[in-house]
């Protein structure tokens, strides 16, 4: 093993050795005069079979989110040791590595954030072993793929950068040609984003005035960057806030008027005067360093200690940052709030989805009853009985129907119920009134409970998102950040108020992709109810039911039978006749009234070990395919699918495999048992498997190919 040149021994930090994995025991030995020594730094040389890969500054400390540009480094090395480094703002990838001597660094400027790559194979070099680990993963695999990736990668990235720095970034806010970049370099940065080494938020300032100066307003400029999520103004797009920094970067170019919106809001619209420079707020803008820097191929000394702890800065302390929690300190709040004990939390944002005809709003309005008056739903205690809010962008005419009869049946029939509506409701996307619109709809709800129940508004309702969602084009409701900022939407409501909001919506044709359109909207929820059913051709639905799709941190998959009673109102109409709608009545499971489901398919293996290996794998399918599943075709020209790279499935069911025995031996049980499930399940028609651009994806495929057709 490395060791000190002058007294043999390794050289040692103050990290924990005990945090230290078993499967680097190859690659360091643990002295017993180390004692409590923190950590140990093992110094590479040539002749060494391991390899290792620093990224730096891509880490940030508090939240321990990692950047993108590192993931992609994490992904490529998936099946090898990784951990965090000593600083805690960067990331080391340990391996095996037989390839010719390297040493490389690529120091570069990614989204404004200097950043460094440094890739290590059979060259000196001393660097600390954490044991913070970041995966389950406790061996080492090659890695010389990935250091091949990486000079590919990095030698890119320079290119790019270098290429970028012979342009001239802008010339003021007024005169000459105004940005410096060709009418088609223009249209390349709005689609593909900014390159590599420039400043984003510079870039897009200048694109805006381009667009000003060509006489845009701020409508047209929205539209088309839009248009493009992984493009220029994709970051503010996904955040909600890319009209608001086209009319501030606009503003700033003198623009006497820019209509922006006009009448798609649920006001009659709104003008953006020119902004003043002194009303503008200055951005603080990121030193600019030389990029491209390389490190030259050389020796260098053993004793070195690793210099990850002086080359990463700790990051400097920013102001109007939120709280900061501790773990220890003195916190008054319940570690856990509850609307309806484990099942919808007192705070947060969420979907009831289903298909056509399976019961939506009767299922909305048999909550609305529990909430109000405190009754069990569906076995669950309510923690908050409270009033409850319903904004009706559809179907506005059934809801006093609806409402008097699940008060007449459920409620005991009382005089006024805690329940208030809307018939009207604010266009959600495009529209920067739509929060404080939606604010102080429940504002004003909640005060009118208050004064007449002395209760809280705990839950708003909004029937349907597809009704009041306000897509600008075709296609944008499968757009992910179109998604996203629809539910961003429901969550910064919900936290405004303190209560939960839910969105009803529909399921698409797909019924195995859920919610109708972009995936992110469910992946953004905290809870996701499903009504499901039977449909037959006649219209008719057997077997309603309400599904658990997602809960976030608790339990998921539960199903609740229920049938439609139809009931009538007490008067009829003018012509003398009944006037009906119908109320939920939840049935137990196995009850004679309850339809029993369909055998699950997944089931059907005959060995007990075969059939837990099989569930386990279908578990793990549904958990990780909305969250880091992607759309693509699976032949040329052939349907889009929702699917989700074998080695991400593979990781995770290993983590949930149970084995004994040496590492090796692990291993190899669990890929046994991969490998067998996989088969089957091909074998049996319930997923399919192909590659698309040298990635291997997995799927999932109806039994018999059959696919269920859902309208709305």
């Keep these: 093993m490395g060791n000190d040149s002058n007294s043999g021994r390794p050289i040692t930090h103050q990290h924990d050795l005990a945090k230290l994995p078993r499967a680097l025991a190859p690659l360091i030995e643990r002295p017993q005069w180390a004692g409590n020594a923190d950590g140990i730094s093992y110094v590479l040389t040539e002749a060494d079979p391991f390899g290792a890969i620093d990224l730096d500054h891509c880490r940030d400390p508090s939240t321990h989110s990692i950047d993108i540009w590192a993931q992609n480094f994490m992904q490529c090395a998936v099946t090898t040791y990784q951990e965090v480094t000593p600083s805690g703002s960067g990331v080391r990838i340990w391996g095996l590595a037989d390839g010719d001597s390297l040493h490389r660094k690529f120091t570069l400027v990614i989204d404004g954030k200097e950043i460094a790559a440094e890739l290590f194979r059979h060259t000196h070099k001393a660097l600390t072993i954490t044991g913070y680990k970041l995966d389950m993963i406790r061996a080492l695999t090659n890695i010389d793929k990935v250091f091949g990736w990486a000079l590919v990668w990095g030698e890119r990235r320079k290119a790019a950068a270098a290429e970028q720095a012979v342009l001239a970034v802008g010339k003021g806010n007024g005169g000459g040609d105004g940005c410096g970049y060709s009418v088609e370099q223009i249209e390349q940065i709005v689609r593909a984003g900014a390159p590599a080494g420039v400043n984003r938020s510079d870039l897009f300032h200048t694109i805006v005035g381009h667009y000003t100066g060509c006489g845009w307003d701020a409508e047209r400029i929205f539209e088309h960057l839009a248009q493009f999520p992984d493009g220029l103004g994709g970051r503010y797009l996904a955040e909600g806030r890319l009209s608001g920094e086209i009319v501030r970067s606009a503003g700033k170019f003198g623009a006497a008027v820019l209509p922006l919106f006009d009448g798609k809001g649920w006001s009659a619209g709104w003008e953006a005067k020119a902004l003043q420079q002194s009303d503008l707020a200055p951005e603080p803008q990121p030193e600019q360093e030389p990029e491209g820097l390389e490190q030259d191929d050389a020796e260098l000394d053993p004793d070195l200690v690793d210099d990850d702890d002086l080359d990463e800065e700790v990051p400097a302390s920013r102001p109007n940052l939120p709280p900061l929690h501790a773990h220890g300190d003195p916190d008054p709040r319940p570690i856990k709030a509850w609307l309806i004990k484990h099942l919808i939390p007192a705070v947060g944002h969420g979907l009831l989805s289903g298909q056509w005809g399976a019961g939506k709003t009767f299922v909305v309005f048999d909550l609305a009853a529990a909430l109000g008056t405190g009754q069990l739903f569906l076995g669950h205690t309510v923690k908050r009985q409270c009033g409850v809010l319903l904004i009706a962008a559809e179907g506005a005419d059934e809801v006093r129907l609806r409402l008097d009869a699940v008060v007449r049946e459920k409620c005991g029939n009382m005089a006024r119920a805690p329940f208030r509506w809307y018939e009207a409701a604010p266009t959600l996307l495009h529209n920067k009134d739509a929060v404080p619109s939606l604010i102080a709809m429940a504002q004003q709800a909640e005060a009118s409970l208050q004064d007449e129940f002395g209760l809280p508004l705990g839950l ?253």
């Design 460 to 712: 708003i309702m909004i029937d349907t998102i597809a009704a009041c969602a306000g897509y600008g084009r075709s296609g944008e409701e499968n757009d992910n950040a179109v998604g996203q900022a629809l539910m961003n939407v429901l969550k910064a409501v919900a936290q405004a108020i303190g209560c939960f909001v839910l969105g009803v919506d529909h399921f698409g044709k797909d019924l195995l992709a859920g919610t109708r359109g972009a995936y992110s909207k469910e992946s953004s929820g905290d809870v996701v109810l499903a009504c499901l059913g039977n449909k037959e051709l006649s219209g008719s639905v057997t077997n309603t039911r309400l599904a658990v799709r997602k809960h976030r941190g608790g339990r998921q998959g539960q199903e609740y039978p229920f049938t439609l009673r139809v009931v009538e109102a007490p008067e009829p109409d003018e012509d003398g006749e009944a006037i009906t709608t119908m109320v939920v009545d939840w049935l137990p499971a196995g009850a004679p009234g309850a339809a029993q489901p369909p055998p699950d398919p997944w089931a059907a293996a005959r060995r007990q070990d075969q059939r837990t290996a099989v569930l386990r794998l279908k578990r793990v399918l549904m958990a990780i395919l909305a969250e880091q599943g992607v759309d693509l075709p699976i032949a040329l020209d052939g349907p889009v699918v929702r699917m989700i790279d074998q080695k991400l499935v593979r990781k995770a069911f290993y983590v949930c495999t149970p084995a004994d025995g040496t590492p090796e031996q692990q291993g190899r049980f669990r890929r046994q048992k991969f490998l067998a499930a996989l088969d089957w399940a091909e074998q049996e028609q319930l997923i399919g498997a192909g590659e698309v651009n040298e990635v291997s994806y997995l799927w999932f495929v109806r039994p018999n190919g059959k696919q269920e057709e859902e309208t709305d």
